[in-house]
């Protein structure tokens, strides 16, 4: 046989560039790696996926609908779940001789592609449940939380004002991934999430709760810190809240405004809800006013209150219904944002002697009416000429400068 180079074996450096060591490839240019071959997997017909995992197409086992009714049967008896694979499989008669690997994900991808069905695992989890049976407000963003998209020129707030908003910590503000690792979170309850029962997915409570690789929606379990009480909860991640503390809220008498303790559980994908500082009081609050029937502002009420509470975002509430029935009407909620803003401004400014309003009541007192970010309000602050700024985040009212359309 002829000699060439392809029929030697190459001898074995005994130093290796950091480009030949498996470690340093993946460590350096596994992401990058990953991305391209996710890239070019997606664009292969014959290739499936479910909850982060591939797999030929054609070596799949046939699930028809019979197997799928069965499966929605089981969950409905489960009163919709979740349940892993294998539990819908122990009810689903496949090919005795099949391999079980090959009937879990087979399953997986039939129930992936049928609408009936929804997969809720955190990563590396597969569970399923019936669409039909989950909450609406998981399947649907609540009005309370719907919010538009606003251009804010982030050139022209000030130190204070951003050093704010990196603060609140809003969830659809356009703010860095928090890079702190943290395991308890304490912040206070924004309006519209104590309304609809729903805590926010901000910068830094989102490494508290459960991802997925996939799946929009996860069903875990939260923990009541006080009394060891766990109940369902649901992370909606592309619309960044998570569902399901409408009576957890209640129980505790929580106020919007009301400080909350979010911890890591003891569990895998649990989580730990705390109300802090639990001692039931009245007390002189800011609270939501009807006026003439259907005019939305605010006045001075004491209120029962359950725990302790931010003095800036605190917000009272006499009659839900009622309040309910007048923002519906959106008479005052789908005002230009800047007549928005200054009617807030204006009814905060009556509840102090000093006429003067603090950047974030007044990020507070907005979101009563619509879910709106700190940013487009703060930028409000600096552009409008009718806004005064008196020191530190504390601004006035300049009625001589005010024009209404």
């Not at 071959?37 to 017909?45: C, G, P, Q, V, W």
């Not at 998981?138 to 990196?166: I, W």
């Not at 991640?237 to 008498?253: I, K, S, T």
């Amino acid at each position: 046989m002829d000699e060439h180079a392809l029929n030697k074996v190459p001898e074995e450096s005994e130093t290796k560039s950091d480009f030949e060591r498996p470690e340093y490839i993946v460590e350096h240019k596994g992401d990058s790696i990953g991305v391209k071959l996710e890239e070019r997997l997606e664009k292969t017909a014959d290739i499936v996926r479910i909850a982060g995992r591939w797999f030929p197409k054609p070596l799949l086992a046939e699930v028809h609908e019979g197997h799928l009714n069965l499966a929605e049967a089981v969950l409905d008896v489960a009163e919709g779940g979740p349940l892993p694979t294998s539990a819908l499989l122990e009810h689903i008669d496949l090919p005795a001789d099949l391999d079980p690997l090959l009937a879990e994900f087979s399953l997986d991808y039939a129930l992936q592609e049928n609408e009936r069905f929804d997969e809720v695992g955190p990563a590396g989890q597969i569970l399923w449940f019936l669409k039909r049976l989950e909450p609406p407000e998981v399947l649907f963003t609540p009005p309370r939380l719907e919010a538009e998209a606003y251009m804010v020129d982030r050139s022209k707030l000030t130190e204070d004002l951003l050093a704010l908003e990196q603060q609140l910590d809003d969830e659809l503000s356009d703010l860095p991934p928090s890079r702190e690792e943290v395991e308890v979170v304490t912040f206070p309850l924004l309006f519209p999430h104590w309304r609809v029962g729903t805590l926010p997915l901000s910068s830094r409570l989102k490494p508290l709760f459960p991802t997925a690789y996939e799946a929009p929606r996860i069903r875990f379990i939260l923990i009541d810190g006080h009394s060891g009480d766990s109940f369902p909860g649901w992370v909606v991640r592309a619309e960044r809240y998570v569902f399901g503390l409408e009576d957890w809220y209640r129980r505790y008498e929580v106020p919007a405004g009301g400080l909350i303790r979010v911890r890591r559980g003891k569990q895998p994908g649990e989580v730990i809800v705390e109300a802090d500082k639990r001692r039931k009081r009245n007390e002189w609050i800011r609270t939501v006013a009807i006026h003439d029937g259907d005019r939305t502002g605010f006045t001075m009420l004491k209120q029962p209150l359950g725990t302790s509470y931010d003095e800036l975002m605190v917000v009272g509430l006499v009659d839900a219904t009622v309040l309910d029935e007048v923002w519906l009407r959106g008479s005052q909620r789908n005002m230009p944002l800047d007549r928005l803003v200054a009617h807030v401004f204006r009814e905060l400014a009556k509840l102090n002697p000093q006429t003067a309003v603090h950047a974030q009541a007044l990020y507070s007192g907005v979101n009563v009416f619509r879910r709106v970010p700190p940013g487009p309000l703060f930028a409000d602050l600096v552009t409008q000429p009718y806004y005064e700024h008196v020191g530190d985040l504390y601004w006035r009212f300049d009625e001589s400068s005010w024009r209404q359309e």
